[in-house]
């Protein structure tokens, strides 16, 4: 996937949007303050950083080794719940967005049911 098609693909998301904490990198995109998804969008450290549960993490971080790692720029108490993954088209396109759904659905997991609701009822 391009940077376009996955920033796409993550703002079709209910409620997500843009937001630059950082500055102009990473781009992260969020739902209710919250990040799930960290795009980083040069060619030479074209990656993504998602949320996850830990045995989803630890699975594709076997699937796929070197290419999936612990979230690098998190704190240690927190890796497992963070995969960086290098955009190197390795990872199929249906399996990257099968992790932004997964992403985005952790996120929305640890919202009050009020937020979800006005999200348009997200479980």
Do not use: W
């Amino acid at each position: 996937m391009t940077v376009d098609e996955i920033i796409s693909y993550c703002l079709g998301k209910k409620g997500a949007y843009v937001d630059f904490p950082f500055g102009d990198v990473p781009m992260c995109i969020k739902v209710a303050k919250r990040l799930f998804a960290q795009i980083y969008p040069k060619p030479e450290d074209y990656k993504i950083t998602l949320n996850c549960d830990r045995v989803t993490g630890e699975i594709l971080r076997s699937r796929y080794p070197g290419v999936i790692v612990r979230g690098y720029h998190c704190p240690p108490r927190l890796q497992p719940y963070f995969n960086t993954v290098y955009l190197n088209g390795i990872v199929p396109d249906d399996e990257l967005k099968s992790m932004i759904d997964h992403s985005y659905t952790v996120v929305t997991g640890k919202l009050s049911k009020k937020t979800r609701e006005g999200l348009g009822g997200i479980k």
